[in-house]
């Protein structure tokens, strides 16, 4: 069965500091990953996927994640933070055997400091 | 393209009231998804359709819940009659069938409060 950890419920950095936010999952096959994004009274929205080939994925708004297999962790960065990125992010895994299938983590709100 | 829609964005009732919600996907898209996202956790799939029929309905609670798509296209959920653990934001998304169903497209969700 596939599931997902996110470490830390809630982030704050400030302004112009490195974002990091920890996802580690757990799958039985190799799995499909992705961020998910939700800002306020809003759907989620897709900000970058993993699926094959180069390790490290590169989103919308500057941010990126790298799957690390050996650590299966799929954490995700942003080197410069942005007063717009204050919103809550969402690691989720899927199995590629039925891609269709999206498994959550419980949520990361992310917090920016003047 | 226009997004998915859900209607209406907010709603309150009393428990044991029933109440429907309504989504339409992005045109072309065979697959819909029902989540319901309860507040602090992340959205967990009620019920995923292929054009009309059901794919997965493992974590729909049956004896209040239900959902239908009868013409491949929009769709309702509907609780009925509604418990307090029901308030939660219902999130309705689609994606295209074959090698890109991964990729859902989500809509703003009903945000549902019960009393």
């Known amino acids: 069965a596939q599931s997902v950890t996110q470490l830390g419920s809630h982030v704050s950095v400030s302004e112009g500091a490195l974002v990091l936010l920890r996802c580690n999952y757990s799958?039985?096959?190799?799995?499909?990953l992705f961020w998910y994004v939700q800002y306020p009274n809003q759907g989620l929205q897709l900000l970058l996927k993993y699926t094959t080939g180069a390790t490290l994925v590169k989103g919308i708004n500057g941010f990126e994640a790298e799957f690390k297999k050996s650590e299966t962790s799929f954490h995700l960065t942003k080197p410069s933070a942005h007063m717009s990125d204050a919103a809550e992010y969402f690691c989720?895994?899927?199995?590629?055997?039925?891609?269709?299938?999206?498994?959550f983590g419980s949520g990361t709100r992310l917090s920016i400091r003047p | 393209e226009a997004g998915v829609a859900q209607s209406p964005r907010y709603k309150i009732i009393e428990k044991r009231q029933s109440v429907a919600f309504w989504c339409n996907p992005i045109?072309?898209?065979?697959?819909l998804y029902w989540y319901q996202q309860i507040l602090g956790q992340g959205p967990k799939l009620l019920i995923q359709?292929?054009?009309?029929?059901?794919?997965?309905d493992s974590q729909l609670p049956k004896d209040r819940f239900s959902a239908e798509r009868l013409k491949g296209v929009d769709s309702t959920l509907k609780i009925q009659p509604a418990k307090l653990e029901d308030s939660a934001v219902y999130l309705c998304?689609?994606?295209?069938?074959?090698?890109?169903?991964?990729?859902?497209?989500f809509g703003p969700g009903t945000r549902l409060t019960v009393t």
């Open positions: 045109s072309g898209h065979a697959t």
């Open positions: 998304a689609s994606s295209r069938a074959g090698s890109s169903s991964y990729e859902q497209y």
């Open positions: 799958s039985s096959v190799p799995p499909y």
């Open positions: 359709f292929q054009n009309n029929g059901v794919v997965d």
């Open positions: 989720a895994v899927s199995p590629y055997s039925s891609a269709s299938k999206i498994i």
